[in-house]
């Protein structure tokens, strides 16, 4: 059975530090991946997707995360954080059933100090 | 293009009383529909899927109840409401073919007293 699971439940940084989010999955087949980011009393929004191809992905906001399957790992990286990025973030993984069930990590809070 | 909406946004309930949350798609027929909780600091527990009208999965055994009466519409039920129903609900939608990621809407927080 395929799990996810995020070593940092916390993750404090200073502004324009750069940071790391840690995320390993478990499964017997080929994934997809993803990072989702939560603001406060909002719903998910998609973060970045791995679905096929290039191993390195990167978002609109400079964010990026690299799947590495001999790691069964997908970090998701910012060399330089800002204010606006404080959330709390989820990476997920599918085995691309039919229902397209998606399996979440517990999360990552992210606290950015000025 | 697509949207998602869910309500109400928040909700205080006492215990014992009835549920009702719904969730409604836009732009897009034939979606793959979920409900998940968030507990305060937890991650997200998938606790219903629909990928059809009338066709209800049930990941964890509960005291809720889901129904799709149409394509674009997914109820989330409960008769009698426990404390433990607190949480942040969360509604989401994929395209049925193909796999493609989900996408959620803004959630109900629910307060049971």
């Known amino acids: 059975a395929q799990s996810v699971t995020q070593l940092d439940s916390q993750v404090p940084v200073f502004e324009e530090a750069p940071v790391e989010l840690r995320c390993n999955y478990s499964s017997s087949v080929s994934v997809y991946l993803f990072w989702y980011v939560q603001y406060p009393n909002q719903g998910l929004q998609l973060l970045l997707k791995y679905l096929s191809g290039s191993t390195l992905v990167e978002s609109i906001n400079g964010f990026e995360a690299e799947f590495n399957k001999s790691q069964t790992s997908f970090h998701l990286r910012k060399p330089s954080v800002h204010i606006s990025d404080t959330a709390e973030y989820f990476c997920a993984v599918s085995e691309g059933s039919s229902a397209s069930k998606i399996i979440f990590g517990s999360g990552t809070r992210l606290s950015i100090r000025p | 293009s697509q949207t998602i909406h869910q309500w109400p946004a928040t909700l205080v309930q006492p215990v014992g009383s009835p549920l009702s949350l719904e969730c409604t798609v836009e732009g897009t027929s034939n979606p793959n529909l979920y409900w998940y909780r968030q507990a305060a600091g937890r991650g997200l527990q998938l606790l219903f899927y629909s990928v059809g009208i009338g066709q209800i999965s049930s990941e964890v055994p509960q005291n809720l109840s889901a129904s799709r009466p149409q394509d674009w519409q997914f109820i989330l039920s409960s008769k009698k409401l426990l404390l433990s129903d607190s949480g942040f609900y969360l509604c989401?939608?994929?395209?049925?073919?193909?796999?493609?990621?989900?996408?959620f809407g803004d959630g109900t927080r629910l307060s049971i007293l």
């Open positions: 989401a939608w994929s395209p049925r073919t193909g796999f493609q990621p989900q996408h």
